[in-house]
């Protein structure tokens, strides 16, 4: 059984709703421009590979410890969905340590909205038994490292596959 399960975060402009396979149309136009895998690597998905991909997301970690932590952005005064936040949750030590990455669609972005959905996450993260928050980074991802700065997270001396691990702790907040 997973140990967390995602639930519905608000802030300011945006409402994250836990991911559900009925978003896969919608996120397929969001994410379609080629752009967004400059860092990542990869390609966009059509609407079915994006479906199955959710399917397996929202079916768990077949590891029962790790949570898998999925939400899409909506941008709540325009009813759309603009990108996605997840949150990878394992057991570390006395608690849990959450690798949280984030992707914003190319006509969205430079609207503080991937800042904003990331500074959410980390704040409910934090009302979690979440001890540790980390994300790995491409050196050269400037966009990506202004929005973990932002989180409050700072880069380490670690890498892991070609990118910086970046950490913040987090103490409980309830
Ligand atoms: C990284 C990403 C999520 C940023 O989304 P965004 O909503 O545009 O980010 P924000 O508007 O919150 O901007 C965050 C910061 O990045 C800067 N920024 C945004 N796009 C930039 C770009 N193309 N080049 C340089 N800086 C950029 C902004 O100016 C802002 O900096 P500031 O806080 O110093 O003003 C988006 O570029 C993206 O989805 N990229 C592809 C997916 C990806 O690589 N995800 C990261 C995996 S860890």
């Known amino acids: 059984m997973n140990t967390l399960q995602a639930q519905a975060i608000d802030t300011r402009r945006l ?13 397929a136009a969001v994410l379609s421009d080629p ?13 079915q590979t994006l479906r199955s991909r959710y399917q397996r997301m929202t079916a768990g970690s077949p590891d029962p410890v ?5 939400w899409v952005i909506r941008l709540r005064y325009a009813s759309c969905l603009t990108g996605t936040v997840q949150a990878t949750v394992s057991p570390s030590g006395q608690g849990l340590i959450a690798e949280i ?9 430079r609207r503080g909205i991937a ?5 959410g996450l ?3 993260l934090g009302r979690q038994p979440v001890h540790t928050v980390i994300a790995h980074i491409h050196p050269d991802h400037r966009a990506s490292a202004a929005v973990a700065t932002a989180a409050g997270l700072v880069p380490t001396d670690e890498w892991h596959e070609g990118e910086t691990r970046w950490r913040r ?4 907040q309830l």
């Open 35 to 47: 752009a967004l895998h400059t860092f990542t690597g990869g390609t966009p998905d059509t609407p």
């Open 115 to 119: 800042t904003e959905a990331a500074r």
């Open 66 to 70: 790790i949570s898998w932590l999925n």
């Open 101 to 109: 990455a984030w992707v914003v669609g190319m006509p969205w972005q």
């Open 15 to 27: 409402d994250l709703l836990p991911l559900h396979v009925e978003h896969a149309d919608e996120m």
């Open 169 to 172: 702790s987090i103490r409980q």
């Open 122 to 124: 980390v704040v409910w």
